[in-house]
């Protein structure tokens, strides 16, 4: 086989290789958006591509090695998510996941027309849920959130009775992307939907590597999403847990994939995240320790919602998003306004959903750590944020009202 060539860094013709180490002390707080590859998935990978490419489908001795390290690999995931290997159904990533499990549910349960999701619900979900409302007969409901961003069991039992024989699915994440709520009450939310007769997909994109995934199963949803490049495997890799017996169908028609689902295997971002799903859950206490930091130098900002340990959304007063998290940029600290995918001038449909005062919304920054965040990280970020703060509120002073 033919050894491939490195990539010089500085071979920038037509791509950018330049490091994130090579911009000035770099505190990178995005990890919500995606996160920087473990060393040891990495060399998974590019040994995967190096050393053998051959098709898993390939009956020769080339093809089955490749199908080995899907499988392996799929042993790997089913572990760390707490089911059986043929649970297991590589996607491309987390909006693959979801808009399959709920076309899934469209395509096999024909006779029932009512979904019912949450208003503060990942883009993924929301266009999908927006895509079926347009469908004649169909009908989907979203659950408010109070101020935290919770919804309330008695509301979806009131959804959930509106006709009983019509309800399709439930749809819910299980902890927030942009301000990592947590929904508490999902076990209580599936015995309900199933009472009902909804199927259950729980979006576990934002707490795989954070939290128990077998706990989830343990709660018995019917499909469960994660995606790679959010828990240090690749981009364009992620899982749809589908549970035995569940009717499926997906719309990326083909057999590859367990006769599940068409497409030639992305075995080096599989091979990828067979590596990452080793590790056991990382849990570290950033998420008090920066709040305290924060509150102690900037008294002025507010904390919307929030549990998970890695993520705290901070509203600051008077100023916009867009602004601070370009300041905080220039001065070293990538943050992020929200959701990669709503970015812009309106402010966040999550924030919205949770009621967030006007004089902070505007100017809400979410903030998200990795297991490779340190200490010195999170006190150095006080000193750029409040630097960074100040200039831009002395800028914007009058600019946003309440
Ligand atoms: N669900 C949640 C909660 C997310 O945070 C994301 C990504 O931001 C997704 C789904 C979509 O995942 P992917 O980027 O792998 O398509």
């Known amino acids: 086989m033919k ?3 490195v990539i010089q860094e500085n ?3 037509e791509f950018s290789f330049k490091s994130l180490t090579d911009f000035n002390a770099p505190i990178y707080f995005d990890n919500n958006s995606t996160t920087q590859i473990e060393e040891e998935a990495l060399s998974a990978m590019i040994k995967s591509m190096e050393y053998n490419y051959a098709n898993p489908s390939g009956i020769h001795s080339a093809g089955i090695i490749a199908r080995a390290d899907v499988e392996n690999a799929r042993k790997n995931v ?6 059986l290997s043929e649970e297991v159904i590589f996607t491309s990533g987390g909006t693959e996941s979801i808009i399959t499990a709920i076309n899934s549910v469209v395509l096999t349960q024909t006779s029932k027309k009512h979904f019912i999701t949450c ?9 999908m849920m927006k895509k079926i409302e347009n469908v004649a007969g169909y009908k989907v409901s979203y659950l408010d959130v109070d101020k935290d961003g919770r919804f309330s069991l008695n509301q979806l039992e009131t959804f959930l009775k509106i006709d009983e024989n019509n309800n399709a699915m439930v749809s819910l994440m299980i902890a927030n992307n942009e301000t990592g709520t947590i929904h508490h009450n999902l076990e209580q939310a599936i015995k309900l939907s199933h009472k009902y007769g909804a199927l259950f997909h729980i979006d576990a994109v934002q707490a795989a590597g954070k939290m128990s995934l077998p706990l989830l199963i343990k709660m018995a949803p019917d499909f469960l999403s994660i995606s790679g490049h959010k828990i240090m495997a690749s981009k364009g890799i992620g899982v749809l847990y ?6 499926f169908s997906s719309f990326i028609l083909g057999k590859q994939e367990l006769n599940k689902r068409g497409g030639t295997e992305n075995v080096p971002g599989i091979v990828a995240l067979g590596v990452v799903s080793r590790n056991p859950v990382a849990n570290f206490d950033f998420r008090n320790k920066f709040i305290q930091l924060l509150s102690n130098n900037i008294p002025e900002v507010i904390i919307n919602g929030g549990d998970i340990w890695n993520t705290v959304n901070v509203g600051f007063p008077y100023v916009h998003r867009e602004s601070l998290v370009i300041e905080l940029s220039n001065n070293g600290l990538f943050a992020s306004v929200g959701s990669s995918c709503s970015s812009g001038i309106a402010p966040s449909h999550v924030l919205k ?8 919304i505007h100017g809400s920054v979410r903030f998200s750590f990795s297991k490779n ?3 010195n990280e999170l006190i150095k970020s006080i000193d750029i944020i409040k630097k960074s703060y100040d200039r831009i509120r002395s ?3 009058g600019v946003i009202n309440e």
């Open 3 to 5: 050894k491939l060539p």
């Open 11 to 13: 071979n920038e013709e």
């Open 78 to 83: 089913a572990n760390l998510i707490g089911c």
């Open 119 to 127: 208003l503060t619900e990942h883009s993924a979900t929301l266009n």
């Open 242 to 247: 589908v549970k035995s017996n569940t009717p």
């Open 353 to 360: 959903a949770m009621n967030v005062d006007n004089k902070y």
């Open 373 to 375: 965040t340190t200490e």
């Open 395 to 397: 800028i914007s002073k």
